[in-house]
């Protein structure tokens, strides 16, 4: 295996491990809820904790990554967010939950930055829609399984278990990040020529397309327009992905009359759909979106607002899936695309900062999302929650029309060498 590929491999476990650790809290709320007796809005807020810190240790995450390396900040993140992980087993009240997961969101916060930058070291550009949907997946795959896993650590054990478990698999991972990854190709001594060459290949035109006011550091990617847009994409975007992701179990248990075990299996599924889908929207991306990547995620997130609507007026529950797994599926065509643009808008090294800039403004999104949620459900139901994250989807299309890609960057790129 090519060693680019390696390396998508290790970043995925471990993000994949992250989001375990992130929607664990949701599966397990419903009964934390009813023990500590907690309101829809306290609910909110407990979910939203861990965006405070994982929104402000973005950038600075993106600016480490892009000085000391990759490699040495994602393996402290990793170390941190499992020790917290663990720590939330150990919550007995509101307060002591909401700082464990102000806590937990620091490590987390890290890490995201800190594997873009990999992939945009490890990747040529013609590949960098098709890796980075791959490498996203995780983000989907992570909640599609974790309900299941944890409705049976939660039925044999307790949920307090739950947080021990999922914490301690950070660190048996953890071999494969300190071993298996260097920071660039040109720092792994098993790298073939051949592959170093390809990848360094593609990675010369995207340099030189990208603009030059990107050039001079971080306040150049605050002021770059298409970072500052696709912020506010993401911000969109993630309104409604962890709004769902975070009380789409509870809705299922409250709104639909799921058992535990049961929502434990169909929660899963519209994340299962949606990182069926990240790949699937990376390749077409590169391969038949070259060139208008803008325009795949436009249409995707403009179809799947109304498809998400229709989850809460569905008459039955068995078409409510239905319409929850569609949504996934569209919502998952859309990652590669959105993450492939911030690394073509600007220079390589900088790349860092740009990806935590984004996701910093996704973050945000998931701060407020679920509090909003949580407001909303408890004043009028969950039919106006659906409302809110369809609409924000239909918003992510229209910000996302604005951005304008430099000439080259949206290209593909042939290269003499083989891969």
Not at 147 to 166: D, N
Not at 218 to 241: D, E, P
Not at 318 to 337: K, R, S
């Amino acid at each position: 295996m090519k060693k680019r590929w390696v390396v998508l491999a290790v970043s995925w476990i471990v993000f994949f491990v992250a989001f375990l650790d992130r929607v664990n809290l949701s599966v397990a709320m419903p009964l934390i809820s009813k023990e500590f007796s907690l309101s829809p809005e306290q609910v909110g807020y407990l979910f939203s904790a861990f965006f405070i810190t994982y929104t402000i240790f973005q950038i600075p995450g993106g600016y480490l990554s892009d000085k000391v390396g990759p490699k040495k900040v994602l393996i402290v993140a990793l170390i941190w967010w499992s020790i917290m992980t663990m720590a939330t087993g150990v919550a007995r009240s509101f307060s002591q939950f909401f700082i464990v997961r102000v806590l937990f969101g620091i490590g987390e916060g890290l890490q995201p930055p800190c594997a873009f930058k990999l992939n945009s070291n490890w990747f040529p550009n013609q590949e960098r829609a098709t890796a980075n949907a791959i490498f996203t997946s995780a983000c989907s795959f992570g909640p599609a399984v974790a309900p299941s896993i944890a409705v049976a650590i939660i039925g044999l054990w307790g949920w307090h278990a739950l947080f021990y478990i999922f914490g301690g698999l950070g660190f048996v991972i953890l071999p494969l990040l300190y071993f298996l990854v260097k920071n660039s190709p040109e720092e792994d001594p098993d790298i073939t020529q051949e592959e170093l060459n390809y990848i360094k290949s593609g990675q010369v035109e995207i340099a030189s397309a990208a603009s030059d006011e990107t050039s001079v550091g971080l306040m150049s990617v605050l002021k770059n327009r298409n970072i500052c847009l696709l912020a506010l994409t993401y911000f969109g975007f993630m309104c409604a992905f962890f709004g769902l992701l975070s009380w789409l179990p509870s809705y299922l248990v409250k709104a639909r009359g799921f058992e535990l075990v049961k929502m434990g299996i169909f929660s899963g599924l519209p994340f299962l759909a949606l990182g069926i889908a990240q790949p699937f929207g990376g390749w077409l991306s590169d391969k038949v979106f070259a060139g208008h990547r803008k325009m795949q995620a436009i249409l995707v997130n403009l179809a799947a607002g109304p498809v998400l609507y229709g989850v809460v007026a569905a008459p039955t529950e068995n078409i409510a899936m239905g319409l929850l797994v569609c949504t996934g599926f569209l919502v998952g065509m859309a990652f590669g695309p959105l993450w492939a643009m911030p690394m073509e808008s600007v220079k390589r090294s900088y790349v860092g900062m740009a990806t935590g800039v984004m996701n910093a403004g996704g973050s945000i999104g998931g701060i407020l999302s679920p509090i909003i949620i949580g407001y909303l459900v408890g004043m009028s139901g969950y039919n106006a929650a659906f409302i809110f994250m369809g609409g924000a989807l239909v918003f992510t299309a229209l910000v996302v029309s604005l951005v304008k890609l430099p000439p080259k960057a949206d290209t593909r790129f042939v290269s003499a060498t083989e891969n």
